[in-house]
């Protein structure tokens, strides 16, 4: 089943469950979806789902920070609500160990030498980490691992 097909499923579910919370998010997630598929002309694939829900988590965890730094702790707390709504459809998380795992296997498969070489391996590692790893995190590891 597409993760289009399971948004839907989970919308429906969410209405004859009357979780409110859940149906709204689920919503805005199916409205960004379908916005890039009008602009581009074309139909998104699992990967670029994912893509844009990563966008989505990223977007809702920068305004979670403001608020908390607000001092806005219930629209902090609707912030975090959609977060783990919308993590429900991404793909399992990578934990330390496999990313530093996947990083120096980058390296490796690139030919990395130096900071110099980033970009070729953030392109290996890009479409293996996708949805699955904040590329802020990667993008640290790799630094990291081409100046040791």
Avoid at 1 to 26: C, F, N, P, W, Y
Avoid at 44 to 66: A, G, P
Avoid at 105 to 122: E, I, P
Wanted: charged share 30%.
């Amino acid at each position: 089943m597409s993760l289009l097909d399971q948004l839907k499923d989970a919308q429906k579910d969410a209405m004859r469950a009357k979780e409110k919370v859940r149906l709204g998010t689920i919503r805005m997630a199916l409205a960004a979806i379908k916005q890039i598929e009008i602009d581009e002309k074309k139909t998104l694939n699992d990967d670029e789902i994912i893509s844009v829900l990563t966008k989505m988590v990223k977007q809702r965890k920068d305004s979670f920070n403001q608020y908390t730094d607000a001092g806005r702790e219930e629209l902090a707390q609707v912030e975090a609500d959609e977060i783990a709504v919308i993590e429900s459809f991404l793909p399992a998380q990578l934990d330390e160990a496999e990313l530093a795992n996947l990083v120096k296997d980058a390296v490796a498969q690139s030919g990395a030498a130096g900071m110099q070489d980033m970009g070729k391996v953030m392109a290996v590692l890009k479409p293996q980490v996708q949805g699955r790893a904040d590329m802020g995190v990667v993008s640290q590891q790799v630094k990291a691992a081409l100046t040791a």
